[in-house]
């Protein structure tokens, strides 16, 4: 079973993205966590406007053991804003047989305070959209996967998600050396063609020789490999350079699989596992003026005054981020 909250500050497109999501997976059941309490029972039950938002979540809880008891749905989806402490009583579902997954959806601020549709937002509502940006809704540590939904329809949305969540990360063995080296060479000529030489890019070789050096490489580094029914679409090296500390060495996501949440699955997946194994921080090494720079920033990595030269005299910086 899968438990998947679709998170985001108000206006976001939680709900639309939710009954949307229900509609495409399979035996799935959306709850709206709205109206788990209604205004008239939370007044009948005098309760104020945060213990009814604590009573709904209770329901939510309760709801969500009993379908896990029962084994209904193969999905079960809500729609509502994550915090660290409902991250980690979420995660209190998990077990064997079941996953939590959070979908963070997070158009621009602009995008989040306009109105939709009939519907007009009230002040207070705009006040708590600047507010729920300021305490980093739209950019959650624990987020499965990141979406900017600022200037897509909903449909583009929906399909991140699905192939989101038929993805599958293992660790790589010497028999993926040469899908391995092929993402590797396909996104070099692609993500580097400003910043590297055409001539070294467009000569980058895929033969035998290139294969075995990568399958020993394979033999003595950690990767880890993420897949799309059954096909390889991004890798990450992993390295140890100091106690508790670990280095995403190297991570390439096939150019036709980027901007579909590949990279920060990867990264998302390391960094939580990592942190169970008792590591306390991740750090990259990126260029200083290269696109990946703001995808590990979104990912709560900070930069530092760390810097070296890359290949060709390039510079680049290391970020670290906190587990």
């Given amino acids: 079973m899968k438990i998947i909250n679709i998170n985001g500050p108000i206006n976001s497109g939680k709900t639309t993205i ?28 005098k309760l104020t406007r945060e213990q009814g938002w604590a009573e709904r979540l209770q ?26 402490k409902t991250y ?28 939709r549709g ?6 207070g509502e705009k006040a708590r959209i600047r507010q729920m940006y300021q305490e980093g809704y739209h950019c959650s540590k624990f987020a499965d996967l990141i979406i900017n939904n600022s200037l897509q329809p909903p449909q583009e949305t929906l399909q991140k998600i699905l192939n989101f969540l038929c993805l599958n990360i293992r660790r ?22 400003r910043y590297l030489p055409d001539k070294y890019l467009d000569n980058m070789p895929l033969n035998n020789e290139i294969i075995e050096r990568t399958k020993k490489y394979l033999q003595e580094t950690e990767c880890w490999l993420a897949t799309h029914e059954d096909e ?31 990279g920060s699955l990867l990264v998302n997946y390391l960094c939580k596992s990592k ?19 703001s995808f590990y920033e979104k990912l709560n990595f900070k930069k530092t005054k760390d810097k070296k030269l ?14």
């Avoid at 939710?18 to 039950?45: A, G, R």
């Avoid at 890359?310 to 587990?323: A, T």
């Fill in 59 to 84: 329901r939510l809880d309760a709801i969500i053991v009993q379908e896990k008891n029962l084994q209904r749905y193969e999905n079960i989806i809500f729609a509502y804003p994550m915090t660290d």
């Fill in 232 to 262: 390889s679409v991004a890798f990450a090296y992993v390295t140890y350079p100091a106690n508790s500390v670990f280095e995403i060495n190297a991570l390439y996501v096939h150019p036709q699989d980027q901007k579909c949440g590949v």
């Fill in 88 to 115: 980690h009583q979420w995660k209190l579902w998990e077990d064997e047989n079941t996953k939590f997954i959070n979908i963070t959806l997070a158009p621009n601020i602009d995008i989040c305070l306009q109105n």
């Fill in 118 to 123: 009939t519907r007009k937002l009230t002040e």
């Fill in 310 to 323: 890359w290949k060709f005299d390039i510079p680049i910086i290391k970020l670290e981020r906190n587990l």
């Fill in 18 to 45: 939710s009954k949307l999501l229900q509609e495409k997976l399979p035996q799935s059941l959306f709850i709206e966590v709205d109206d788990l309490l209604s205004d008239d029972e939370q007044v009948k039950l």
């Fill in 275 to 293: 942190k169970a194994q008792g590591f306390s921080k991740c750090i990259v090494w990126t260029m200083k003026f290269g696109p990946s720079l």
């Fill in 172 to 193: 790589a063995t010497i028999d993926d050396a040469y899908d391995i080296k092929k993402i590797h060479i396909e996104t070099y000529q692609k993500s580097y063609r």
